[in-house]
């Protein structure tokens, strides 16, 4: 079975610059049919895609976080990473690392999320 | 990008209740649209996509619809496991989006 697991500080200070890795274990990131994706979930925005990365290090983003996002992707180690650049605290929510259906763009393995909050 | 709009927000219902919650898209997704269930403290879980395809080992009572617009999703008979937020997702185009969530509880 497919696991996600998010790793990475909690608490961050304003400008500072957020950066998260997501392991997978029971498969191969290095897939030509899933994306490998980030949501982050707020009381204030609800559900957020932020982006997401294939094997090949190509990417798309939201551009509603303008150009804040780098996204990365380790097929070595299995594992894929968030770098969210100036953070505010508008950015604290949790964040997930998930799996990204290449043909119909949902999302069906989930990391457990991790918390993130900015404060000064 | 496309906005998702879900009603009602929150929901009371009984076990054994039938319930159906609806997604409307800002624009036309065709049938490119999945449901999530989320309980509290964990991830979203996939239960529907492509609009009315059952994700693997989600009970036949979860039943999607619709296309173009406005789409649904349908609990026929409530269970105590299915108390829980539901969210529709559209997979149309980038960037993906979600809808606010409806939050379905115990009457």
């Known amino acids: 079975q497919m696991q996600l697991q998010e790793s990475g500080p909690g608490l961050l200070k304003p400008s500072e610059t957020l950066s998260l890795t997501c392991s997978v274990s029971?498969?191969?990131?290095?897939?030509?049919?899933?994306?490998w994706g980030w949501i982050r979930q707020s009381p204030g925005k609800g559900l957020e895609w932020i982006g997401s990365?294939?094997?090949?290090?190509?990417?798309y983003d939201n551009p509603s976080l303008k150009s804040r996002v780098s996204l990365s992707i380790d097929t070595v180690g299995n594992q894929f990473s968030l770098r969210l650049s100036s953070v505010s605290a508008p950015d604290t929510a949790i964040y997930y690392c998930?799996?990204?259906?290449?043909?119909?763009?949902?999302?069906?393995?989930w990391g457990q999320g991790i918390p993130v909050a900015v404060s000064s | 990008d496309i906005q998702l709009t879900q009603s009602p927000s929150f929901l009371s219902a009984s076990v054994g209740d039938r319930v159906s919650i609806t997604c409307r898209a800002s624009?036309?997704?065709?049938?490119?649209l999945g449901w999530y269930q989320q309980k509290p403290g964990e991830a979203p879980k996939l239960l529907i996509y492509a609009a009315s395809t059952l994700q693997t080992d989600v009970p036949s009572r979860f039943s999607g619809g619709g296309s173009g617009t406005e789409f649904t999703l349908t609990i026929s008979s409530l269970q105590p496991e299915d108390f829980a937020t539901y969210y529709c997702q559209q997979l149309n185009s980038y960037p993906l989006t979600f809808g606010g969530g409806t939050k379905v509880e115990i009457k």
């Open positions: 990365v294939f094997h090949d290090r190509s990417t």
């Open positions: 624009q036309d997704i065709r049938s490119y």
């Open positions: 998930a799996r990204h259906s290449l043909f119909h763009n949902y999302f069906d393995f």
């Open positions: 029971g498969g191969s990131i290095n897939s030509i049919i899933y994306y």
